[in-house]
């Protein structure tokens, strides 16, 4: 499957499980848990495979999508501490905002652009490569995918070596 293809496949289960965090009815715990799990899998494939292959494409869009992957990480934590807290419905709209916003960009801005500039090999290369590395990340524990986002998301130049 093609790296951009993978990837909006993915945005788009995201979408259906922060309709259930946000949503009055259902198990929004376990589906906060699941999304956030999901986004972090997603961010680490990202931020090691995918962003340091397209950096030339578009230098700025790549830093921007850094930075936003950084505070969605923070709101993930907020979110994951308030599970049994008023202030769990606030933080789930807010990460679920902060996405939508993330994800609008990549599909509309950053993916035409990469899709346009590099060859099919190249993108169905990438695709495997971050499927496999996405279905490795389903049995890392919570605390493991927040270090490994972390860790690969600190700064761009330095994923390209790891
Ligand atoms: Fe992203
Ligand atoms: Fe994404």
Known sequence: MKATTLLRTQHAETRKLF?????????????????????????????????????????????????????????????????????????????????????????????PKVEKALPAAKLEAMGAEMDALFAELAKADMDTLMQRSRRTGEDGSRNAAA
């Not at 009815?25 to 961010?43: F, I, N």
Request: glycine share 2%; hydrophobic share 45%; charged share 40%.
């Open 19 to 111: 309709a259930l965090v946000t949503s009055d009815s259902g198990d929004r715990k376990a589906a906060a848990r699941e999304v956030s799990r999901k986004l972090l899998a997603h961010m680490i494939i990202e931020q090691s495979v995918f962003y340091p292959a397209i950096k030339e494409v578009d230098a700025d869009l790549v830093l921007e999508a850094f930075e936003e992957h950084a505070v969605a990480r923070y709101e993930i934590r907020r979110l994951l501490e308030a599970l049994d807290d008023p202030r769990f419905e606030a933080r789930g709209t807010t990460l679920k905002e902060l996405i939508e916003h993330h994800v609008k960009e990549e599909e509309e801005d950053l993916f």
